[in-house]
Antibody, heavy 123, light 108 residues
Framework: EVQLVESGGGLVKPGGSLRLSCAASGFTFGSYTMDWVRQAPGKGLEWVSSIVSTSTYIFYADSVKGRFTISRDNAKNSLFLQMNSLRAEDTAVYYC????????????????WGQGALVTVSS | EIVMTQSPATLSVSPGERATLSCRASQSVSNNLAWYQHKPGQAPRLLISGASTRATGIPARFSGSGSGTEFTLTISSLQSEDSAVYYCQQYNNWPPWTFGQGTKVEIK
């Protein structure tokens, strides 16, 4: 069974840092493109960042570029999001999500999601 | 960036009735469109990919249609457990991968 479990959320002051982790199990983690997607309170889903299986290609939303860093450890089946210079508008539930894989590569949508980690940025 | 617009914002439907949700893209996304169901406190759930292909385990009452810029998610006979927010997402032009703002389906 595919499982994605986020951790590392919490309360942080504006300008502070936080590191989210996502532990993956039930599939060959090192073969898949992984993403972070967030949902601010009362808002919809917003894609944040994506990393391909080999970490060769990494993408960020403009809203987090230069402040957030996505990374992965395939040996430990783990995905990370380092969040620096946090702002109030970064307050959200952060989900890790998997892009399904075919012979054509990563598919661009998300077939499995974690339960999410709440990040609150407030003084 | 491709902007996805969903309508209506809220849909109130009686059990057993049909629910029709719309999603429009600001430019063509071909059939590279997915639909998700999201209930409070839960992980989003993939319903449809490729505009019309149901994901594994999704009941047949959920169907998707459309291509280009206009898409529809239909719930043919609404059940109480279908109360949720539904999102469309394009994956034709990326980054960024973009979602609609969501349609909340309520049971009358």
């Amino acid at each position: 069974e595919v499982q994605l479990v986020e951790s590392g959320g919490g309360l942080v002051k504006p300008g502070g840092s936080l590191r989210l982790s996502c532990a993956a199990s039930g599939f060959t983690f090192g073969s898949y493109t992984m993403d972070w997607v967030r949902q601010a309170p009362g808002k919809g889903l917003e894609w944040v960042s994506s990393i391909v299986s080999t970490s060769t290609y990494i993408f960020y939303a403009d809203s987090v570029k230069g402040r957030f860093t996505i990374s992965r450890d395939n040996a430990k089946n783990s995905l990370f999001l380092q969040m620096n210079s946090l702002r109030a508008e970064d307050t959200a539930v952060y989900y890790c999500a998997r892009q399904p894989l075919t012979i054509f590569g990563a598919q661009g949508f998300f077939d499995y999601w974690g339960q999410g980690a709440l990040v609150t940025v407030s003084s | 960036e491709i902007v996805m617009t969903q309508s209506p914002a809220t849909l109130s439907v009686s059990p057993g009735e049909r629910a029709t949700l719309s999603c429009r893209a600001s430019q063509s996304v071909s059939n590279n469109l997915a639909w998700y169901q999201h209930k409070p406190g839960q992980a989003p759930r993939l319903l449809i990919s490729g505009a019309s292909t149901r994901a594994t385990g999704i009941p047949a009452r959920f169907s998707g249609s459309g291509s280009g810029t206009e898409f529809t998610l239909t719930i043919s006979s609404l059940q109480s457990e279908d109360s949720a927010v539904y999102y469309c997402q394009q994956y034709n032009n990326w980054p960024p991968w973009t979602f609609g703002q969501g349609t909340k389906v309520e049971i009358k």
